[in-house]
């Protein structure tokens, strides 16, 4: 298998094809599942589509830079190619020239894919630690959740501020660097309400 390095958490758009590509949400969804690499096969089994159709966009994905070859396999008689995403979680800048409303909605929707993508993460970290420790051995995690009332934008921008300060406060006094030991993974999610029946309170 070929050697990538590791898949970015952070990756920044460079055109707009890129952009137009994550519109597209049966291709988010496979970005989703490309944090590890997978064969056009897997994830057609994990998203109950034809491995014809996954592989088209797995090729229209690749096209854009979005995802990368990261080696392949012998399965019985057939070689699999297997795909990796570049990152997981995208950025998408200001410089395209795009309408502000088609840009702020297209912003809009990469955060809740990325908050998809950090609720799965978390999801698969916590079950490969249920599985690697004992049942009497202590993980130590923690969970902090809070309701915040923000009722306009003056407020939301004003939390965002405070909120941006007070990470990177912590994050500049306990950030992990290099290979020091200790490491433990925080993540931090900010979004609306949503009522039963799935409205929100925006």
Not at 113 to 139: F, G, T
């Given at each position: 298998?070929?050697?990538?390095?590791?898949?970015?958490?952070?990756?920044?758009?460079?055109?707009?094809?890129?952009?137009?590509?994550?519109?597209?949400?049966?291709?988010?969804?496979?970005?989703?599942?490309?944090?590890?690499?997978?064969?056009?096969?897997?994830?057609?089994?994990?998203?109950?589509?034809?491995?014809q159709k996954i592989n088209y966009h797995?090729?229209?994905?690749?096209?854009?830079?979005?995802?990368?070859?990261?080696?392949?396999?012998?399965?019985?008689?057939?070689?699999?190619?297997?795909?990796?995403?570049?990152?997981?979680?995208?950025?998408?800048?200001?410089?395209?020239?795009?309408?502000?409303?088609?840009?702020?909605?297209?912003?809009?929707?990469?955060?809740?894919?990325?908050?998809?993508?950090?609720?799965?993460?978390?999801?698969?970290?916590?079950?490969?630690?249920?599985?690697?420790?004992?049942?009497?051995?202590?993980?130590?995690?923690?969970?902090?959740?809070?309701?915040?009332?923000?009722?306009?934008?003056?407020?939301?921008?004003?939390?965002?501020?405070?909120?941006?300060?007070?990470?990177?406060?912590?994050?500049?006094?306990?950030?992990?660097?290099?290979?020091?030991?200790?490491?433990?993974?925080?993540?931090?999610?900010?979004?609306?309400?949503?009522?039963?029946?799935?409205?929100?309170?925006?």
């Amino acid at each position: 298998m070929n050697s990538l390095p590791d898949i970015a958490d952070v990756y920044r758009l460079e055109t707009p094809e890129q952009a137009l590509a994550l519109l597209n949400p049966m291709r988010a969804d496979i970005l989703r599942l490309l944090a590890d690499p997978m064969s056009a096969s897997e994830v057609a089994r994990h998203m109950g589509e034809t491995p014809q159709k996954i592989n088209y966009h797995l090729k229209s994905l690749e096209k854009v830079g979005l995802v990368q070859r990261s080696g392949s396999r012998q399965v019985k008689n057939l070689i699999e190619v297997l795909y990796r995403a570049v990152a997981r979680t995208y950025v998408i800048p200001d410089s395209f020239g795009w309408p502000e409303d088609l840009t702020n909605r297209m912003k809009d929707q990469g955060a809740l894919r990325q908050l998809l993508n950090q609720a799965e993460r978390i999801r698969q970290d916590a079950l490969r630690l249920m599985e690697a420790s004992d049942a009497s051995e202590e993980v130590p995690s923690a969970v902090v959740e809070l309701d915040v009332r923000l009722p306009d934008e003056t407020a939301r921008a004003a939390f965002l501020r405070d909120y941006e300060e007070a990470v990177r406060a912590v994050a500049a006094k306990y950030r992990l660097t290099g290979d020091a030991e200790g490491g433990f993974r925080a993540v931090l999610a900010v979004y609306p309400q949503v009522e039963s029946g799935g409205k929100s309170d925006v």
